[in-house]
Nanobody
């Protein structure tokens, strides 16, 4: 499965942005999906996750209430809607596909496939 993340860019603090992750070579509906982000020199951190059916979603405390993860399995695409963006949200955002246990959804090592990342820069 090849994942392609897109939609990153430069946005002012308080603004919104939606990043997308599309897949080829496989069917995303058979995978749980997650978004991670990484600043240079820092570890990759979990942002949001969504189970295969889309019925359950999970968020890092730092983005809860501001970010929404969703998926359209017919389009083989996962989205991350980011609202009320803050400067500390600036990072490279990666989508990932895997089949982690519920308790391990926040662990990057549990995901098999990764997109190339899309840069989000929030100016203050």
């Amino acid at each position: 499965v090849q994942l392609q993340a897109s939609g990153g860019g430069l946005v002012q603090a308080g603004g919104s942005l939606r990043v997308s992750c599309s897949a080829s070579g496989g069917t995303l509906s058979t995978y749980d999906m997650a978004w991670f982000r990484q600043d240079p020199g820092k570890e990759r951190e979990f942002v949001a996750g969504i189970r295969r059916s889309g019925s359950s979603t999970y968020y890092a405390d730092s983005v809860k209430g501001r970010f929404t993860v969703s998926r359209d399995n017919r389009k083989n695409t996962v989205y991350l809607q980011m609202n009320s963006l803050k400067s500390e949200d600036s990072a490279v955002y990666y989508c990932a596909a895997g089949r982690p246990a519920l308790s391990a959804m926040r662990s990057a090592s549990m995901y098999y496939y990764w997109g190339q990342g899309t840069l989000v820069t929030v100016s203050s």
